[in-house]
């Protein structure tokens, strides 16, 4: 007997599971009737955030972006685009009623990667993080049933700027060979770390403080976030596991010396999986 072909995922949960394998292992943990809706989101978030890596020019990147906010228009005017994400995101808005404004920061946040310099500070870093992840975490709030109110609205927050100081940690390498740096300007000075150094990809103990005292923000954020997590459903957590990678990824970067560019940070973690289901199951995101 032939064997069983397997099972074809949608477009966007294959999208999230190529380019997004953080949140697809999320998603997974999430009631079955609710991943393709998740993965909508996840998928259109991708689109949006891969927008200055696509374009040669700021010019062609503020056209893709607007070209987003039109569709996500369409989607509440009952006139979705026929694209491979916007038809299933405007199945997940009538389903869940989201919340447009959510979308329209997202879109809106992405301005800011169109322009290479980096955050004045670190004040400036973590609105960036909250703007261009928090959104997220509210929307899948909702496709999970949770409203995003009072202390759930509060953790969406923490943990969006958690996840995201994070991922600009882990991103620091990828984006330097770019010449380009998220690092705050004020804090490089500070320590005395050098952008030209750091776009050569040569470890420096300034870029390490630096590094280190935004794995303390994203810390701080995290901290705050499970100070609250009593107050939240059980069916809140597939939308907050992000807080428990962003957790381990920053456990990573301490036992490299909280050095970004240390080589040992790109090898695969063969536990995070486990690591993330066992938090999943015991709610201790």
């Not at 975490?137 to 999970?144: F, G, H, P, S, Y």
């Not at 109110?149 to 943990?159: F, R």
């Not at 952008?195 to 701080?220: C, M, N, S, W, Y």
């Not at 100070?227 to 957790?247: E, N």
Request: glycine fraction near 6%.
């Amino acid at each position: 007997m032939a064997p069983s072909a397997q099972p074809t995922l949608s477009y966007c949960l294959e999208t999230v599971r190529r380019q997004d394998p953080d949140r697809f292992l999320t998603l997974l943990f999430a009631p079955a009737d609710r991943r393709e809706d998740l993965a909508a989101l996840y998928a259109f978030n991708h689109e949006v955030a891969k927008t200055r890596e696509v374009v040669t020019e700021p010019m062609l990147g503020q056209i893709r972006l607007q070209w987003w906010r039109d569709s996500i228009a369409g989607v509440y005017e009952g006139e979705p685009r026929r694209h491979e994400v916007v038809q299933p995101l405007a199945q997940a808005v009538r389903r869940h009623g989201l919340d447009r404004a959510q979308f329209d920061l997202l879109v809106d946040a992405r301005e800011a990667d169109m322009d290479d310099e980096a955050p004045a500070d670190l004040s400036c870093l973590v609105s960036y993080a909250e703007v261009t992840s928090a959104p997220l975490v509210r929307l899948a709030l909702q496709v999970l049933g949770v409203a995003p109110q009072g202390a759930a609205a509060t953790v969406a927050a923490h943990v969006g700027r958690g996840w995201a100081l994070a991922g600009i940690l882990r991103a620091v390498p990828f984006l330097a060979r770019a010449h380009r740096s998220r690092m705050p300007a004020d804090l490089m000075r500070a320590h005395g770390a050098d952008e030209a150094a750091l776009f050569e990809l040569k470890p420096q103990p300034g870029l390490t403080a630096v590094a280190k005292e935004i794995a303390d923000a994203a810390r701080h954020e995290l901290a705050a976030a499970r100070g609250l997590r009593g107050q939240l459903p059980r069916a809140a957590v597939p939308a907050l596991l992000p807080a428990r990678l962003a957790s381990l990824s920053l456990e990573r970067l301490a036992r490299a010396g909280h050095d970004p560019l240390a080589p040992e940070l790109l090898r695969p973690d063969g536990l995070r999986a486990a690591r993330l289901a066992w938090a999943a199951f015991s709610g201790r995101w």
